[in-house]
């Protein structure tokens, strides 16, 4: 089992399509700014909380990098659907693209 990489041009689509959006980072990373529309379950915290991240979840962080371990780990445990954001929030800022602050409603 593995997982896909997507691009930042590719969220707003797969979004429409009913996607959802688990940013892995810490919860003071999360705070600083977030993609819109995405929860925080962070990487040091997944483990038994495995059953929160459905198939069509997209998984992001600062890089792409504890992102794509939580997707590894998620698909070694038969876990199907789930995308990596390549780049992360770090790309996302890059390409100008709006970032909700706060903790999650």
């Not at 705070?31 to 483990?47: K, R, Y």
């Not at 445990?77 to 999650?104: D, K, Y």
């Amino acid at each position: 089992m593995t997982y896909q990489d997507i691009f930042t041009t590719e969220v707003e689509g797969k979004k429409r399509d009913g996607a959802r959006l688990i940013d892995v980072r810490e919860i003071g990373e999360y705070t600083q700014g977030h993609i819109p529309g995405a929860v925080n379950l962070s990487l040091s915290e997944l483990v038994g909380r495995e059953d929160e991240i459905a198939p069509n979840t997209i998984l992001i962080c600062a890089s792409g990098n504890r992102s794509s371990q939580a997707a590894a780990y998620l698909a070694s445990l038969g876990r199907t659907g789930l995308m990596n954001l390549s780049g992360g929030i770090t790309v996302w800022i890059r390409e100008g693209r709006a970032l909700n602050r706060g903790e999650q409603p």
